[in-house]
Structures are given as structure tokens and as C-alpha cells.
């Protein structure tokens, strides 16, 4: 088995962030979202990996080389971003041989069985009732719940069954000619070839496919979903600092995870903070935020925040005299 890793996307919704970072290697909870998606898949025994890199990508291929060194590792260039389906079939030549493969977008999270998922005798998708279907690629099934069709972000949906990036395909060699045919003949959807429209291609042909409900998706490409899903974990067993060494003159309020070699002085960190390493706070208060590496913080409250590494935030320090039965807003 062979995973194959998009990871071209330039992470639009995140941006200032992701002009410099890639969205793929930033943290929740201490841990670049790739990290997980990686750990997830060396679990279930797969040790050759095809990761597709853009906007960025050297990063990224620095990042897995260093962290994951004894994998055996891919990496190929999508230079015209096309859709997904042509993100992944400009890699056909390094899994065509795969007996099967798993695909795995690399900027989401999820819980999920995954065990089931590899052990499943069909193609299988993983899934997940949404609010809103017309954002995704969904699943269209009859009452018995047979897959119908597979539609990319449709305007109508008949179906809140959406799909949330992660794919098994047993049929690699009709996998690869379903791309082909797309691209040869252009079908698009939304001008791009998107995954979605080879494996429909897959089920038109005669290919059978299951699906699996994740248990939990996280869906990182907006910086709320990103700062709730940093929460979510720091509360969850070997996520957080436990026993961060003292600071000068302040408080911690966990859970929070803070990065080797950071200076914190005068300031209150916490609750539901990831701070990278390095990151410098002085005079500062931060909750509910992730900063980056080497950043550095100071005279200023931050919450709700995403700040990225090599960043500098400063405010303005006030001198304050305050009388009885008096308040002050200074907004925010």
C-alpha cells in the first residue's frame, strides 16, 4: 500500500499566514497538521508515501525529510494547479504499480477508525454528514444507501453526505485511466479536474465503493476551525505542557503547549495557547491562540489569534490612577 499526499494547495482562507507558511506545517497543539495525517498512516503500516507539493513545497519536503527520515518518500511538483485529480495523477508513474493506495489531504484532521478503513474489501471513502454540502465533494446514495454519485460542490445537493479527504482505492490501474479520461476529454467541474470526478468516473465504470463515517473532521483552512481544533487537542492526553519550567513573574493557565527555549516574562499564557519555539512574550497576554517559532509578543493582549513565525506584535503600555466604581474599556 501507498499513500499519496496532496499538499499543492496555497491556502487561501489563511492568508496573511500562509504567504510565508505552508498550511500543511502549522501547528495545533504543538504538532504540524501533516504530522498527524503521517502518524496516522505509519500506524496502519504504510511506509512509502508520494507527496504532491506546490506553493511552498520545499518546506514541506524539508520538513518530512528531516522528521521522517526513515520513510520512503516521493515528492513531485504540481506547477500549474489544475484540481486534485490532476495533482495526483501527475504522480500515476509512482504508485502505478501499488497494489492499493490510500489518498490523504494534507491539511485536514481526522478521527477515524483507520483500521476499518484499510481493512475495507472495497474503494472507500470516509465521510460525514455536514450542515452546509455545498462546500465539499458529496456522496448521492439511495435509501438503502447505495453510492449513485459522487458530485463536487454541488449548487443542489441531494445529499449532506460529504466527503473529508481521505480515500481508499483498491483499483489503482482504472483509477489512473479515469484521471486520463477527464483530462483528456476535459470534463472539469468548476474549472479544475477534481477528484471527486475520477473516482464518479470509477462508479460510472462499474467500480464499487463503501464509504466509512469518520468520527471527528477537522477541516483546518479557516483560522476559527484552526484555533478550535488547537483547543480540542491541547485537551486531550499528550498534547499539552504539563510541567512547563518557571517564568519570570508569570502565569500559566492550562492547557497550553509551549515550545522549547521560550522566554516568557510578565505576561499570563494561557488557557488554550500553543506557542512555538523560541517565541518571546514580555508584558503580554495571550488565550486561546497559536503563535509561531520565534516570534516575539509583547505589551499587547492577543486572544483568538494566529500569528505566524518570525512575527513581532507590540501595543501600547499603559500608566493608569483608577478611583472607586470605575470602568474602563479600552475595547476589542
Known amino acids: 500500500m501507498k499513500a499519496i499526499i496532496p499538499v499543492a494547495g496555497t491556502g487561501m482562507r489563511l492568508r496573511p499566514l500562509t504567504y510565508t ?22 500506524e496502519l503500516g504504510v511506509q512509502d508515501f508520494v507527496f504532491i507539493i506546490g ?17 520512503h518518500t516521493v515528492f513531485v511538483s504540481q506547477d500549474e494547479r489544475l484540481g486534485s485529480a490532476h495533482a495526483i495523477w501527475l504522480a500515476r508513474d509512482h504508485y ?8 490523504f489531504f494534507g491539511d485536514a484532521i481526522i478521527d477515524a477508525d483507520l483500521g476499518e478503513f484499510k481493512d475495507s474489501l472495497t474503494s472507500c471513502l470516509g465521510v460525514q ?15 438503502n444507501g447505495n453510492i449513485r454519485a459522487l458530485i463536487e460542490k454541488p449548487r443542489i445537493p441531494k445529499s449532506n453526505l460529504a466527503m473529508v479527504g481521505c ?21 472539469k467541474s468548476l474549472d479544475e479536474y477534481h477528484l471527486t470526478d475520477a473516482l464518479n468516473r470509477m462508479l460510472e465504470w462499474g467500480t464499487a465503493f463503501s464509504t466509512i463515517t469518520v468520527d471527528n473532521w477537522f477541516d483546518c483552512g479557516r483560522r476559527e476551525v484552526l484555533l478550535e481544533t488547537n ?8 498534547f499539552a505542557t504539563d510541567d512547563p519550567p518557571p517564568f519570570d513573574n508569570s502565569i500559566i493557565i492550562h492547557p497550553v503547549h509551549i515550545g522549547p527555549n521560550c522566554d ?32 516575539s509578543i509583547h505589551n499587547i493582549v492577543l486572544r483568538d489569534s494566529v500569528v505566524g513565525n518570525d512575527a513581532s506584535i507590540g501595543g501600547l503600555r499603559q500608566s493608569l490612577n483608577i478611583g472607586d466604581n470605575t470602568e474602563i474599556d479600552f475595547g476589542g
Open 167 to 187: 480515500y481508499k482505492v483498491r483499483e489503482v490501474e482504472q483509477f489512473i485511466e479515469a484521471c486520463s479520461y477527464n483530462i483528456d476529454n476535459q470534463f
Open 21 to 42: 507558511q505552508p498550511k500543511p506545517l502549522i501547528p495545533v497543539a504543538g504538532k504540524p497538521i501533516i504530522s498527524f495525517i503521517v502518524d496516522q498512516l505509519i
Open 96 to 103: 502505478a504499480d501499488a497494489e492499493e493506495i490510500i489518498i
Open 55 to 71: 506553493y511552498l513545497g520545499e518546506k514541506i519536503r524539508e520538513y518530512i525529510e528531516r522528521t521522517y527520515p526513515e520513510l
Open 264 to 295: 516568557i516574562s510578565n505576561s499570563i499564557v494561557g488557557p488554550y495557547v500553543t506557542l512555538g519555539a523560541n517565541t518571546k512574550l514580555e508584558y503580554a497576554i495571550v488565550s486561546d491562540s497559536i503563535i509561531g517559532e520565534f516570534a
Open 129 to 143: 454528514k455536514v450542515d452546509d454540502p455545498r462546500k465539499f465533494g458529496v456522496v448521492d446514495h439511495d435509501i
Open 231 to 238: 483547543a480540542i487537542f491541547l485537551d486531550r492526553h499528550g
